[in-house]
């Protein structure tokens, strides 16, 4: 499978807990992004990368938020101290820059207790 | 502040016949659109996409056309089948130099259900 991975599928924490996750893109893809999808509502753009720059951030990133790709090819993304409203499905996609379409992942499901 | 909406929250179409999704959008900076299916806990799909600069873009049973002037773009799915039921997001690239350059905004979503 030569798609986009992420990891765990699933997470449940208690709230205050830090939690993170793993992206691995299409292999030969420079740009990377992350998403957020809450119930009933469309994907919501979080950040994203070029080979390890981290290009854009959203405003929807508080400052518990952090994303790194060290070394330009996976990428994880870390949520400090969680609370409920972090309750989500975390979605990374990737492309190539220069090409429009981005391709997803199966997503992480976030349920904070 | 929804710069791209899908105003029908679920469509119901009988097998065999058309499936239209619309979705609407704001932000004329936008140069590329994509559709993407979804089923639950999976992440979306990739369908189709059009660019600005044409009004129709057609792969097999999935058609795209985007009308410009009214910043309006529709999916039509010809036949549709029982398993193209899911959910479909428009999703919409700012173009270069644009504060939504390389990010995709997406609508809420529609819910296509489609009848044996």
């Known amino acids: 499978d030569t798609g986009v991975s992420q990891d765990p599928r699933h997470k449940i924490t208690k709230r205050g807990q830090n939690v993170t ?13 992350w998403y957020r999808q809450t119930l009933g509502q469309g994907p ?48 990374c996609a990737s492309s190539l820059a220069g090409q429009e379409t981005q391709y997803f992942g199966p997503g992480t499901r976030l349920l904070v207790l | 502040d929804q710069q791209v909406k899908q105003n029908s929250p679920s469509l119901s179409v009988q097998e065999g016949r058309i499936s239209i999704l619309n979705c609407d959008y704001t ?21 189709i996409s059009i660019s600005s600069i044409k009004d129709k873009n057609e792969d097999g049973r999935f058609t795209v056309f985007l009308n410009k002037s009214a910043k309006h773009l ?21 173009g270069a130099g644009g504060t939504s350059y390389g990010k995709l905004t997406f609508g809420q979503g529609t819910i296509l259900t489609v009848h044996p």
């Open chain 2, 74 to 94: 529709s999916l039509h799915i010809v036949p549709s089948q029982p398993g193209d039921s899911a959910v479909y997001f428009c999703a919409a690239r700012g």
């Open chain 1, 21 to 33: 996750f793993r992206c691995d893109p299409i292999s030969e893809h420079n740009r990377l992004y």
């Open chain 2, 27 to 47: 932000n004329s900076m936008f140069d590329y659109f994509l559709w993407y299916k979804k089923y639950p806990a999976e992440g979306p799909t990739f369908l």
């Open chain 1, 44 to 91: 919501e753009f979080l950040t994203y990368f070029q080979n390890e720059a981290q290009l854009e951030k959203s405003r929807l990133l508080s400052d518990r938020f952090s994303a790194e790709r060290p070394k330009g090819s996976f990428s994880t993304l870390e949520i400090q101290r969680t609370e409920q409203g972090d309750s989500a499905m975390y979605l």
